[in-house]
């Protein structure tokens, strides 16, 4: 049995339009200002800060600001959702010799409302959110979960994501990781364009 794990947001859809707008929504909510949508895409997925002290100025997430992220996400998280080019068309082809699953650290039941939503829900053995694990990305718990769930071994494994603490995950974890760079983060190195090239990196690894 061999095994490819998604991130969602960045990777599989572009939600960066409800994202940017729920962060914007809590901070005003809290006093702050507004920031603009590709500086808190970037922010969202640099593994070296701290996001509750960045965008909200407190240590960890409060209860007030999680009821008010998910209150706004939950209601406009499938408006301007987008799927990359390409990447229906590789689920597709990848279905019938993969088992496939997502690995996000979004809510696990908001991702499956999303990806319900474009289509693609039903190819997923598994969609693992933060809120099933005691440790998110770019801790591997998700990953381990994933990999025991279907007892599949990790040399037969596969993580694809835009970020650095998808490819921290997968390291971590001893799964071999791609980087793609049509998500939130605009990476200078090791990072691939296309989805037709993760397709040949998907088959190089597996052929």
Not at 65 to 88: A, P, R
Not at 131 to 145: A, F, G, L, Q, R
Request: hydrophobic share 35%; with cysteine.
């Amino acid at each position: 049995m061999r095994l490819i794990m998604f991130d969602m947001d960045g990777t599989l859809i572009d939600s960066g339009y409800a994202i940017t707008n729920t962060i914007n929504y809590v901070r005003e909510n809290l006093g702050f200002e507004k920031l603009e949508k590709n500086y808190i895409l970037e922010k969202v997925n640099d593994p070296s800060i701290n996001s509750a002290e960045f965008f909200y100025g407190t240590k960890e997430f409060t209860k007030q600001q999680t009821k008010l992220f998910e209150e706004y996400y939950n209601e406009h998280c499938l408006s301007d959702l987008v799927v990359y080019d390409g990447i229906s068309k590789l689920i597709d082809d990848l279905k019938g010799d993969f088992t496939l699953a997502v690995a996000t650290n979004a809510n696990s039941a908001y991702a499956y409302k999303m990806l319900n939503h474009v289509g693609l829900a039903k190819y997923f053995s598994t969609i693992l959110g933060y809120d099933s694990v005691k440790n998110p990305k770019p801790h591997p718990e998700m990953v381990y979960k994933i990999l025991d769930k279907h007892n599949i071994e990790k040399q037969n494994a596969q993580l694809i994501g835009d970020s650095h603490k998808d490819i921290m995950a997968a390291t971590k974890a001893g799964v071999d990781s791609v980087l793609v760079n049509w998500g939130f983060s605009n990476h200078e190195k090791d990072a691939i364009e296309t989805v037709l090239e993760l397709e040949n990196r998907i088959k190089a690894k597996f052929s």
